[in-house]
């Protein structure tokens, strides 16, 4: 059975760090796409990062370069996305995605993605 399963949530202040994981089961993250997108009260769900099935390439949203960083644990089938200097517009549902077969990964639609995770929530308030 595939699954994504996000953990590493929760309330950080202004400036802070969290590191979001993502375990994934019944499938190997090394043969798909994978990313991250959000959706904040009231917006659409957007894409975040993501990571080329190759490992090899990266792509960020413009809102979150320079302070987050998307990796990935072949061992451990898990990706993260380690969340610094945090601003309260940073606050959503964070939600673990698995591109579709032969699809590469995007930042900028949510159309190539074939599993979504539950989600996380992220809060930045002081």
């Known amino acids: 059975q595939l699954l994504l399963v996000e953990s590493g949530g929760g309330l950080v202040q202004p400036g802070g760090a969290l590191r979001l994981s993502c375990a994934a089961s019944?499938?190997?993250?090394?043969?798909?796409?994978i990313g991250w997108f959000r959706q904040a009260p009231g917006k659409e769900r957007a894409g975040v990062s993501c990571m080329s099935s190759s490992g090899d390439r990266t792509s960020y949203a413009d809102s979150v370069k320079g302070r987050f960083t998307i990796s990935r644990d072949s061992a451990k089938n898990t990706v993260y996305l380690q969340m610094n200097s945090l601003k309260p517009e940073d606050t959503a549902v964070y939600y673990c995605a698995r591109f579709r077969a032969g699809r590469g990964c995007t930042v900028a639609a949510s159309t190539g993605v074939g599993s979504w995770g539950q989600g996380t929530q992220v809060t930045v308030s002081s």
């Open positions: 019944g499938f190997t993250l090394d043969s798909y796409a």
